[in-house]
T-cell receptor, first 117, second 113 residues
Framework: DTGVSQDPRHKITKRGQNVTFRCDPI?????LYWYRQTLGQGPEFLTY????????KSRLLSDRFSAERPKGSFSTLEIQRTEQGDSAMYLC???????????????FGPGTRLTVT | AQSVTQLGSHVSVSEGALVLLRCNYS??????LFWYVQYPNQGLQLLLK??????LVKGINGFEAEFKKSETSFHLTKPSAHMSDAAEYFC???????????FGQGTILTVHP
């Protein structure tokens, strides 16, 4: 168990550019979540996957945002035509959804800090 | 819709003093409740979770929280603060045991020698 990893850890981009972030969940975790955290606020839910299926998207996820999880392993979050308001920490989390009904902890990665200039 | 309110964005205590971080929630269904801690430049780490089996929940590092349905609260406490407890703490609620989390705005805990 090497934990959830995210790449890159920091990204500085100019307004209007596209950026893509990657998340590698804990192996065998079938659920993967993306959250966004702005300065002084708690994380806000963006979207989540059950294996490769994207099951829910927040209204925060505008049409400039797209997330994928091909083959149910790693996930990517792409932001097109970045705006200064996109500057935030993007957090990825994974968990294992089984059948016992227990509460399944979400394990968080260190995040990718995006700065749009 | 669910929501979480953390009372006090900053809490300062002396080393050895009681830590009390307040969390109130709103949920239309019986909630699942969590406390996470975030150290600088690190991801969120789960401190404890409410499973409905017991109203007093014990977590890691000596923290515990009590679920009070009548008060819609889930306050986090630790009898004696340690310098290493300095971090930001987040309360979160979920409608299911495995679903998306709704977080409060966080409370930064400072521990003075």
């Amino acid at each position: 168990d090497t934990g959830v990893s995210q790449d890159p850890r920091h990204k500085i981009t100019k307004r209007g550019q596209n950026v893509t972030f990657r998340c590698d969940p804990i192996s065998e975790h079938n659920r993967l979540y993306w959250y966004r955290q702005t300065l002084g606020q708690g994380p806000e839910f963006l979207t989540y996957f059950q294996n490769e299926a994207q099951l829910e998207k927040s209204r925060l996820l505008s049409d400039r945002f797209s997330a994928e999880r091909p083959k149910g392993s790693f996930s990517t979050l792409e932001i097109q035509r970045t705006e200064q308001g996109d500057s935030a920490m993007y957090l990825c989390a994974s968990s294992l959804l089984g059948t016992s009904g227990d509460i399944y902890e979400q394990y968080f990665g260190p995040g990718t800090r995006l700065t749009v200039t | 819709a669910q929501s979480v309110t953390q009372l006090g964005s900053h809490v300062s205590v002396s080393e050895g003093a009681l830590v009390l971080l307040r969390c109130n929630y709103s949920s239309s269904v019986p909630p699942y409740l969590f406390w996470y801690v975030q150290y600088p430049n690190q991801g969120l780490q789960l401190l404890l979770k409410y499973t409905s089996a017991a109203t007093l929940v014990k977590g890691i590092n000596g923290f515990e929280a009590e679920f009070k349905k009548s008060e819609t609260s889930f306050h986090l406490t630790k009898p004696s603060a340690h310098m290493s407890d300095a971090a930001e703490y987040f309360c979160a609620v979920s409608e299911t045991s495995y679903g998306k989390l709704t977080f409060g705005q966080g409370t930064i805990l400072t521990v003075h020698p």
